[in-house]
């Protein structure tokens, strides 16, 4: 994948983007990206957008969400906190 603003070759790493769910801005870390060594560009694949959206709902407590820690289950729900 090339990069849209200046055609350098993506590289895929670990870091953190912002995202925004039912109007409230929170920040994604330890997550899949795409990022420009060039110009410093990230980009996020759908994919990984829709799945912290899911992880979101499950597990957001406050304003950050770690990616990593979801996806391998080693955080514990909300719902079991409260329930
Ligand atoms: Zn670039």
């Known amino acids: 994948m090339k990069c849209t603003e200046c055609n350098n070759t993506l590289h895929k790493t ?4 912002s995202m925004s769910i ?3 801005t929170i920040k994604v ?3 899949p ?3 420009c060594k060039n110009c410093d560009l990230v980009v996020v694949d759908d994919e990984i957008k829709n799945n912290a959206k ?3 709902k499950i ?3 406050d304003n950050i969400l770690d990616y990593a820690e979801c996806e391998a289950g080693t955080m514990i729900p909300i719902m079991n906190l409260l329930f």
């Open 29 to 31: 870390i330890n997550a």
């Open 54 to 56: 899911e992880f979101a």
């Open 22 to 24: 039912d109007g409230k």
């Open 59 to 61: 597990y957001l407590s």
């Open 14 to 17: 670990i870091g953190e983007f």
């Open 33 to 35: 990206i795409l990022h």
